[in-house]
């Protein structure tokens, strides 16, 4: 899921479509409440990751053996793409 620098979603994958507005805001509050421009968090059941770099918000949802490290890489790749 993608945010711009409102918090306001801007892309979600068709699966979450339904409940993307939802999503942001739950994203927009684990930032704010990390305290910090980087976030995982392990559920037992999967990952969420997310990072803010720039204007921009990137979640992502993985399954819980998803390598943190490829992730974030994967994840700062797409926000400098965007021109973050």
């Known amino acids: 899921m993608l945010l ?4 306001a979603l801007v892309a979600v994958d068709e699966a979450h479509a ?3 507005e939802a999503l942001a805001a739950r994203t927009q509050e684990l930032i704010e409440q990390a305290g ?3 976030v995982e968090v392990s559920t037992g059941a999967g990952i969420v990751y997310a990072l803010r770099s720039g204007p921009w918000t990137l979640a992502v949802i993985a399954g819980r053996f998803a390598l943190s490290s490829l992730v ?3 994840m700062r790749q797409t926000l ?3 021109g973050s």
Request: no cysteine; glycine share 18%; hydrophobic share 40%.
């Open 72 to 74: 974030f890489f994967d």
């Open 80 to 82: 400098a793409e965007l």
């Open 36 to 38: 910090g421009d980087q």
């Open 18 to 20: 339904a409940v993307g």
């Open 4 to 7: 711009d620098e409102r918090g």
